[in-house]
């Protein structure tokens, strides 16, 4: 079954197409301090210039192996969303997405949805989002048209709430989430996910795509996770991009893979396949699919390594879609 991942698997640099490509600002500008083409990833510090951005904030950047040392090569840009209680760099470390085996060629930039999740009128990680992309563009430089989110857990549920707005959707090409907690409005202070997911498509599809454990006991794949807050069962929300992206009338095309292990869903939506995807996993709880161990708390929680790892498949994945 690795065979199908890995007929699949290409890099990002190799569907690269330069009238494609949309040359940010920050293009032929010094490298910022801190970055280092294929060096360690740095903690920086940003400071948001609204109160709904949230202050003094942190990411971890890194600079791929490919990106140029002239910043003057338009480069993917990933932001990628941990969960709640886990630091950036363990987000990092067991995704893998900053090191070379699984990417040289995407700028990857890792922080933190607010974790109080306080009402979006103290702080809104939108707000952040958007001004945070503003400063990396205007200082590295990006290829506008492939930007990503991609996030876990709590980070997955923020890159779902950056797939609802109209300003993110129609700035970030294509999301994918991986045990993705989609709150529902019920269980918040304020409409976030249903009253309040309102993309304003106006003829744009959303690619979108969900990993989720049928194992998972932090976020269950039907949503119901009492005592704790509940979410939005997966094929709802999945229904729901389904429906926004015009892919009614076609049911999903299915595939087992992994020995039978995963099932895959992917729609045809107005004539593009895989527009909307999404892999159910059998036997696996809540966490990041790799084959690499964790350790704990997350070996526990995902219930043991696979054998393929989530990373592949979304970077292979999130290649398809340019803006
Ligand atoms: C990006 O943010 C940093 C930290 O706040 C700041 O020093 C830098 O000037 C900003 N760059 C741009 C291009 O806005
Ligand atoms: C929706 O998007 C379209 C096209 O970008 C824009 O003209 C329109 O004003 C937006 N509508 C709302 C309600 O934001
Ligand atoms: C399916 O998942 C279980 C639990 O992770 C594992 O023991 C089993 O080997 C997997 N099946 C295949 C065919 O990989
Ligand atoms: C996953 O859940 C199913 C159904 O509840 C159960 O039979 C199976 O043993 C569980 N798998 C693991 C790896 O815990
Ligand atoms: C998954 O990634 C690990 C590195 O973390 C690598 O050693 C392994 O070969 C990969 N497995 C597959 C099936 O791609």
């Known amino acids: 079954m690795y065979g199908t991942f890995l007929a699949a698997f290409f890099t990002f640099h190799s569907i ?8 940010s600002s920050g293009c032929g500008q010094r490298i910022p301090d801190g970055f280092t083409p294929g060096g360690p990833s740095q903690t920086f510090t940003i400071q948001s210039e609204s109160q709904a951005g949230g202050g003094t904030r942190q990411y971890i950047g890194h600079l791929p192996q490919h990106f140029s040392s002239q910043n003057d090569q338009p480069a993917p840009l990933i932001l990628a969303f941990h969960g709640q209680t886990q630091p950036a760099w363990s987000m990092e470390q067991i995704t893998g997405l900053s090191t070379p085996e699984f990417n040289k060629d995407a700028i990857v ?3 933190l949805g607010d974790p109080e999740a ?17 400063n990396l563009t205007s200082s590295l430089c990006v290829d506008e048209s492939r930007i990503y989110a991609v996030g876990l857990s709590n980070g997955g549920g923020l890159t779902g709430l950056l797939a609802c707005s109209p300003t993110l959707n129609r700035r970030i090409a294509a999301f994918a989430a ?3 907690a989609y ?12 009253a309040g997911c309102n993309p304003n498509l106006s003829g744009r599809k959303v690619p979108m795509m969900e990993v989720h454990g049928l194992n998972d006991t932090v976020v269950a794949y039907d949503g119901d996770n009492s005592p704790s807050p509940n979410t939005i069962p997966l094929p709802e929300w999945i229904n729901s991009w389904v429906e926004r992206n015009d892919c009614l009338g076609t049911d999903p095309q299915l595939e087992k893979l992994d020995g039978g292990n995963i099932t895959k869903s992917s729609w045809l939506c107005d004539g593009v396949q895989d527009l909307v995807l999404h892999y159910q996993i059998n036997n696996f709880g809540h966490g990041w699919p790799s084959t690499a161990a964790q350790g704990e708390p997350f070996e526990t929680l995902r219930l043991g390594p696979t054998t393929w790892n989530a990373t592949t498949l979304i970077l292979n994945w999130l290649s398809m879609w340019t803006l």
């Open 118 to 134: 306080p009402p979006s009128s103290e702080i809104d990680d939108r707000v952040f989002a958007n001004e945070l992309l503003d």
């Open 183 to 194: 709150y529902k409005d019920t269980s918040l202070t304020e409409p976030l996910f249903e």
């Open 16 to 23: 690269s197409l330069a009238s494609a490509q949309r040359r």
């Open 109 to 111: 930039v890792q922080w």
């Open 178 to 180: 991986v045990a993705a």
